[in-house]
C-alpha cells in the first residue's frame, strides 16, 4: 500500500500542473477574442477579390492566364498551414493525416508531391515524415503580416510559372466555431473556373490600363496571396480555440486525479491509524 | 442623380463601402475619373489619393497601390494599405520623405536603392493627398 506522503506529493505536482493549464487556458480565451477579430477583419478584402476574379473570368479575355490551364499534372505542391506552438490538441496531425492522405492518393496516380510549410510544426513534422520542401515561413506570431507570407507564394507560383509543378494545393484548419475545426485541402492551382451564367451579357472585356497580361498576373498573384493570407489568420484562430478547449481538458481531468488521489490518501491514512489502533488494542490485551 | 456603388478594402481591412457620384484615383497610367455607367475596367493603382465624391460630399483616402475593378454599377479598390486621408498626418509625412531623400542622397552607401525611391514616392504621395485635402477644405 501506498504511504501517506508519496501520496500527498503527487497530489501538489498535480495541482501546479493544474494552475498552469488553467492559466494558460485562459490565455488562449482572450487571444481567440483577437485572432477571431483578425480573421473577420481579413474577411471582406477576400470577399472582394473573388468577386472581381469572378468577374475576371466572366469577362472573353484576350489573355487567358496560366493559373486557369489544365495541363497534365506530373507534380503537385501542397501549402501546408499548421501552427508555430503545440498544446492545441489534434489540430495539427489532423491536418497532417488528411495532407498525407491526398499526397498517397495523388501518389497512386503517378503525381509527385512537394511541400511549402508555414508553421513551426509543419516544419517539424514533414522534416521526421520526409518529402520535398520547397520553402518555409515560421514564426509569424498571433498577428501575421501579409509581407511575410509573399516569399512563400511566390516560391510557389514561380515553380508554377516554370513548369515545375502543375497543380497547388492549400491545406489548412477552417474555423466553423469554438469546438470545431474542419481540416480542409483544397485546389489552389489551377483554378477553378466559374460557371458561366446563361442570362450574363456575353461578348464583353475590360479595358486593362497598362496590359491585359501584366495586370491579371498582378491581380491572380495577389488573388493567391490573400488566399494564404486568410488561411493562415484563420488557423491562427482555430489554434487558439483548439488551445482553450485542450487546456480546459487537460485542467478538468487534472480535476478528477485530484479527486481520485485524494480519496486514495483518505483510504491509505484511515487503514494506517486502524492498523496502529489494532496494534495498541492488541497490546494491551496481551499484558 | 445616379450614383455608383464602391467598396474600397485592404487586405487587413473594410475601409469605406458606400455611394459616389464620382470617384477619382490614380491610376499606373494617370489620373482617373469614374462616373456612373463606365465601361468595365480593370487597372493598377499608385501610391496616391482617391477621392469618392458624393454629391457636394467628399471624402479622401489615401492608397498605396492596388487594383480597381470598375463595373458600370460598381467600382472595387483592391489597395495594398488603404487611410483614411483625415488619419495622415502631415509631419510624419513630410518626416518620411526626408529620410527616403536623405536614403537616396547617400546611394554609393550599401542600401537598396530601389527601396528607397518605392519609400520616396509613397511619402510624396501620401503629402499630395495632404495637400489635396487642404485645398478642398
Known sequence: MANTKEVRKQIASIKSTQKITSAMEMVAASKMKKTQDTMLEGRPYSLKIKDVISHVALANSEYPHPFYEERTPKKACFIVVSSDKGLCGGLNINLFKQVIAKSAELNEQGIESCFALIGTKAAGFFKSVGGQVIAVAEKLGDKPNPDDLIGLTKVVLDMHKNGDIDQAYLCSNGFVNTMTQQPNVEQLIPLAPEEKEESSPTQWDYIYEPEAKELLDGLLTRYIESLVYQAVIENNACEQAAKMIAMKNATDNAGDLIKELELLYNNVRQAAITQELSEIVGGAAAV | ?137
Open chain 2, 1 to 137: 442623380m445616379s450614383t455608383i456603388k464602391i467598396n474600397i478594402v485592404s487586405s487587413s481591412e473594410e475601409i469605406y463601402s458606400g455611394e459616389a457620384t464620382m470617384v477619382y484615383a490614380t491610376g499606373t497610367l494617370g489620373e482617373l475619373g469614374i462616373a456612373p455607367g463606365h465601361t468595365p475596367l480593370l487597372t493598377g493603382l499608385a501610391a496616391g489619393p482617391v477621392r469618392v465624391q458624393n454629391g457636394t460630399e467628399e471624402e479622401a483616402f489615401f492608397c498605396s497601390g492596388g487594383f480597381l475593378e470598375v463595373q458600370p454599377d460598381l467600382v472595387t479598390v483592391l489597395s495594398d494599405t488603404a487611410e483614411r486621408a483625415e488619419s495622415l498626418d502631415e509631419s510624419e509625412a513630410i518626416k518620411a520623405k526626408e529620410a527616403a531623400e536623405q536614403e537616396l542622397a547617400n546611394k554609393d552607401a550599401s542600401l537598396d536603392y530601389a527601396k528607397a525611391s518605392a519609400q520616396l514616392a509613397e511619402a510624396v504621395a501620401r503629402l499630395k493627398t495632404i495637400q489635396k485635402i487642404r485645398k478642398n477644405q
